[in-house]
């Protein structure tokens, strides 16, 4: 059963950093990507980034280039992808979603999502 | 950028038919994904690849394309089906894009 565990709210300062974290289980990790998807309040979705953790490579949006990191840690039974934005603004007020994907560019499980308030 | 465009509401009776638009420039080249989302809820995948469904998801939900648009189909609308629902592709020059979102009322 896929499982796509996200860590709690965040609330931070603006020009500070925020970093959540997905931790992942039920599959077979390297066979599928890890994206991270964010929702303004009252917004769309926007697509921030992939990572692959077959051979660790990474792909940011245009937009976030510059200010987002995403990473990965592994153990025996899970994989945690983390996704580190910095230089924050209020406008990256959000909900933060990770969502596996796959080579078809469909996302079909996500994570519960992580609210991250920036606010002074 | 790639822009995805869809209706902002689409109303529709309990039972009736709801018909969700995609527009995109050489839509009909690329795969199509929709998503519903209920308020204060993760995405859900309800279409994959223009018309597939995957495991678990309602047969009322079906999905087409045509030409430069793709259309999501909910028949016999359900209350439980009031929902924001987005379509998504990918895009060579744009990378992954969603579009701009629908609300779904059941009158």
């Known amino acids: 059963q896929v499982h796509l565990v996200q860590s709690g709210a965040e609330v931070k300062k603006p020009g500070g950093s925020v970093k959540v974290s997905c931790e992942a289980s039920?599959?077979?990790?390297?066979?599928?990507?890890l994206h991270w998807v964010r929702q303004a309040p009252g917004q769309g979705l926007e697509w921030m980034g992939i990572y692959n953790p077959s051979g660790g490579f990474t792909n940011y949006a245009q937009k976030f280039q510059g200010r987002v990191i995403i990473t990965m840690t592994r153990d025996t039974s899970t994989s945690t992808v983390y996704m580190e934005l910095s230089g924050l603004r209020s406008e990256d007020t959000a909900v933060y979603y990770c969502?596996?994907?796959?080579?078809?560019?469909?996302?079909?499980?996500w994570g519960q999502g992580t609210l991250v308030t920036v606010s002074s | 950028s790639y822009v995805l465009t869809q209706p902002p509401s689409v109303s529709v009776a309990p039972g009736q038919t709801a018909k969700i638009s995609c527009g995109g420039n050489d839509l009909g080249t690329k795969s199509v994904q929709w998503y519903q989302q209920k308020p204060g809820q993760a995405p859900v995948l309800v279409v994959y690849d223009d018309s597939d469904r995957p495991s678990g998801i309602p047969e009322r939900f079906s999905g087409s394309k045509s030409g430069n648009t793709a259309t999501l189909t909910i028949s016999r609308v359900e209350a439980g089906d009031e929902a924001d629902y987005y379509c998504?592709?990918?895009?060579?020059?744009?990378?992954?894009?969603f579009g701009t979102g629908s609300k779904v009322t059941v009158l």
């Open positions: 969502a596996r994907g796959s080579t078809s560019p469909q996302f079909d499980f």
């Open positions: 039920g599959f077979t990790f390297t066979n599928y990507y």
């Open positions: 998504q592709v990918w895009d060579s020059s744009s990378d992954y894009v």
